[in-house]
């Protein structure tokens, strides 16, 4: 039997053995400064964790496929050890997840980029697992690990005794970003272009060129009764001009009718076969019956996935900036801020916005009982509400989004109140 420490020794000689052949390969050289970055971090000094946060390691941004808040770690973006402090890398990633953990999450890891001179040591592994209790462990529901390589499979044997199988059951080794398409939003992820570009060479390897996975076949024109991926028009256009969408009416009072007092609503995920089985239910046509699945969370989670598959988010592009700077405005104007905002809207995305915000507050009437409070709901549905016409939700846009959105949740009869369309419908 092998033991832990000759797996430690053999550990390292792989990891340098995967160095020397990407040196090889692509002339990589340790010491050189990391790629130009598209997408900007924190630029907060005042971050609690500026040290950490500014190299934009840890990312939350947007739902998986089931409704499960998405938090990428990218280890390309990691700096040599000598210019992180790797226990406030810690603390940093329990400062983080300590705002979702009590909702079911995601974790997306690209091992890309992990080197001997940035890598934290096994000691510091350890302890990062032991100081992730229960209550981290318990809503994740995946972990991907994405380009896995020796190193990584030989890490996961020496921690094989520690790790329970109810957890090891969560985790999935992807070969290709390609393999991430049927579980993840590929528009909100957030991927360094380190990342991108290895695998690439990974495909361009593979016999034949790109590997298979990867090519995506064009899109079929959506059905007259489809619900999902396409825009607030075209349903109202195949709905006789109805302007809530039948997803969210029906939907919004089930919810209404026998969720309101469930404790977590919204904050838990579904069977991934179920929400599959009712997406295709609601495209197709067919009646939806919520009663005969038996689990509350199912129309929850539709709900936003609804949402999250607009072409263009409910509060549209051209606001999104809008938004980001409401955190610029002093306090006792961002509700008169944030009505001059929705203004802008257009009248149909503003009827359907209203009645979504008139059902959430609803619901964070009753948070003594559901535990859903306007800043709890705003982290459920910020992401799935506004997001950029081009990259993701950074983890620095995530405080000015969900401010906003909690906002219209808690004022929701002051920001609502100047505009009073014709043929407006409330829950």
Known sequence: MISSTDLEQLAEIELQKEEDEEQGRHGYR???????????????????????????????????????????????????????NHHHLLQ????????????????????????????????????????????????????????????????????????SHKFGKKLTYVNYLSELRDHLSWDQLIIPPDVLRHDERLQAAQKGGLHPSSKT??????????????????IAEKNQGVMIPPVMSQTVAYLKDKGLQTEGIFRRSARVQLIKDVQKLYNQGKPVVFEQYGDIHAPAVILKTFLRELPEPLLTFPLYHQIQDVVRV?????????????????????????????????????????????????????????????GSVSLTSLTPLNIFTEILIEHYHTVFSSRCPQAEVLP
Not at 30 to 54: E, G, I, L, N
Not at 103 to 118: A, E, K, P, Q
Request: some cysteine; glycine content about 2%; overall charge positive.
């Open 30 to 84: 340790p010491d050189r400064p990391p790629a130009p970055r598209r997408v900007s971090f924190s630029q907060d000094t005042s971050h609690p964790y500026y040290d950490v946060a500014r190299h934009g390691i840890l990312q939350v941004t947007g739902d998986d496929n089931y409704g499960r808040k998405l938090v990428i770690f990218s280890s390309c973006l990691m700096p040599p050890s000598h210019q992180l």
């Open 330 to 390: 002093e306090s006792s104007l961002r509700v008169t801020t944030c009505k001059h905002i929705l203004e802008r809207l257009p009248e149909h995305n503003y009827m359907v916005l209203k009645y979504l915000l008139c059902f959430l507050n609803m619901v964070s009437q009753q948070s003594i009982i559901n535990k859903m409070s306007p800043s709890n709901l705003a982290c459920v549905f910020g992401v799935n509400l506004s997001w950029p016409s081009q």
């Open 92 to 163: 940093y990633l329990m400062y983080t997840l300590d705002q979702y953990v009590e909702s079911d999450y995601t974790v997306v890891y690209f091992h890309h980029g992990l080197r001997s001179c940035n890598k934290p040591s096994l000691h510091w592994l350890r302890n990062a697992y032991r100081e992730f209790d229960r209550k981290y462990k318990k809503n994740l529901k995946a972990l991907y690990v994405v380009h896995p390589t020796n190193f990584i499979r030989i890490i996961w044997n020496i921690f094989q005794p520690l790790i």
């Open 217 to 234: 076949p064009p899109p079929r024109p959506p059905l007259p009764t489809q619900q999902f991926g396409v825009s607030l028009q075209y």
